[in-house]
Structure formats: structure tokens, C-alpha cells
T-cell receptor, first 114, second 110 residues
Framework: KAGVTQTPRYLIKTRGQQVTLSCSPISGHRSVSWYQQTPGQGLQFLFEYFSETQRNKGNFPGRFSGRQFSNSRSEMNVSTLELGDSALYLC?????????????FGNGTRLTVT | TQLLEQSPQFLSIQEGENLTVYCNSSSVFSSLQWYRQEPGEGPVLLVTVVTGGEVKKLKRLTFQFGDARKDSSLHITAAQPGDTGLYLCAGASGAQKLVFGQGTRLTINP
């Protein structure tokens, strides 16, 4: 069974630009969550999608948005990039929604904003 | 807001030693998960504990969930260089999102 796939692995963008990250969950998983990981803040929850609906949202500004498609693949978009958005963005899939479900993480997209 | 505090934040020990890392909260969780993350990779689930007082063993790793379901510990016996990584605990409460601790960065020196 293929794991969670995130593309691209690395991105370098300039402040003010926008970026779209992609995540393909494990086959059959309908829940996709996104996390931002930085050395100072650890893993911060961005949002969770289940069956194309956003189920939970973290405390991030509206520049961070996401969506999920009918095949459960998900994208997240960050507009008007800031230097502080530099981080590892992790996607995780699960067979069901809710915090008690184990998460299967991808290897992340490393975003650098210059 | 539910918070999980992990201690220590950094730990560097010699191969063969034993160690314990802790995950504490003032909140009650219905379950607690432990993950290990290696450089360049995403976190990988090690174990889920769901019952207060529960102890689970995974080879040389022993996980315990506190009786009150507010804390957990991970004990590693005879640590090996392959145990090096970032250990994350994450607490769940019903339908709420999973809350992660800041992690313990463990280095095992040969």
C-alpha cells in the first residue's frame, strides 16, 4: 500500500508570492490533515478535511487555505507569503475523522521564503 | 486550549543507557499517541494508549499512560543509535483535533 505522497519536496519562494502544496493520501483514507512544523513552534495544526469538507481549522490567518477533491487528494495554498511561513508542511491521512485516529504522515514539503 | 508539554526537550546519551521522556498535560485525553520523526521524514506512529494506567511494550520501548489520562511516558532500555530521532506525543479528545507536544530530540551516541 502506497504511503502519503506530498509534492513538491522542496520549494523556494519570494515574499509576497503564493504557493500550492499537494497531498495524496493512502488509498481509502478520506481524512487529510495539514500541519506546519517549525523548530520554535513544533507541529501546529492547520486544518482537516474529510469527504471534501473542512472539519477542523487551526489558528492560522486566512492566507492559509485548503481544499479536498472527490478522490481525497488535498491541496493547501498560502497567499502573500511572509518570511515566517518558512517551514516544513506535513500532510497526514487517516481512515476516519476525529483526533483519536492514528495519522499517517507524508515526508513533507520544505518551504523556504526569501 | 489543551497543551502537551514534553520533557526533556533535548537528550543526548551513550549507546546502551536507559532513558525516559515525559509528556504532561493539565487536560484529560481519551487517548495518547507517540510518534518518532527522523530527519527528512514525517512522523511515524509508534503506539496508541487509550486506557488509564495502560502499559504497552514495543521491543525495547515501554509506553505508559497515566492513571488520570493526563500524562504519559516513554522508556527506552539499552538505547541504540537507531533510536535517534524526534519523539512526539499527541493527545486526542473525542472529535477534537490531535494536539502535539513540542517533542523530545533524542541523540544516541555510539
Amino acid at each position: 500500500k502506497a504511503g502519503v505522497t506530498q509534492t513538491p519536496r522542496y520549494l523556494i519562494k519570494t515574499r509576497g508570492q503564493q504557493v500550492t502544496l499537494s497531498c495524496s493520501p493512502i488509498s481509502g483514507h478520506r481524512s487529510v490533515s495539514w500541519y506546519q512544523q517549525t523548530p520554535g513552534q513544533g507541529l501546529q495544526f492547520l486544518f482537516e478535511y474529510f469527504s471534501e469538507t473542512q472539519r477542523n481549522k487551526g489558528n492560522f490567518p486566512g492566507r492559509f487555505s485548503g481544499r479536498q477533491f472527490s478522490n481525497s487528494r488535498s491541496e493547501m495554498n498560502v497567499s502573500t507569503l511572509e518570511l515566517g511561513d518558512s517551514a516544513l508542511y506535513l500532510c497526514a491521512s487517516s481512515g476516519r475523522t476525529g483526533g483519536t485516529s492514528p495519522l499517517h504522515f507524508g515526508n513533507g514539503t520544505r518551504l523556504t521564503v526569501t | 486550549t489543551q497543551l502537551l508539554e514534553q520533557s526533556p526537550q533535548f537528550l543526548s546519551i551513550q549507546e546502551g543507557e536507559n532513558l525516559t521522556v515525559y509528556c504532561n498535560s493539565s487536560s484529560v485525553f481519551s487517548s495518547l499517541q507517540w510518534y518518532r520523526q527522523e530527519p527528512g521524514e514525517g512522523p511515524v506512529l509508534l503506539v496508541t494508549v487509550v486506557t488509564g494506567g495502560e502499559v504497552k511494550k514495543l521491543k525495547r520501548l515501554t509506553f505508559q499512560f497515566g492513571d488520570a489520562r493526563k500524562d504519559s511516558s516513554l522508556h527506552i532500555t539499552a538505547a541504540q543509535p537507531g533510536d535517534t530521532g524526534l519523539y512526539l506525543c499527541a493527545g486526542a479528545s473525542g472529535a477534537q483535533k490531535l494536539v502535539f507536544g513540542q517533542g523530545t530530540r533524542l541523540t544516541i551516541n555510539p
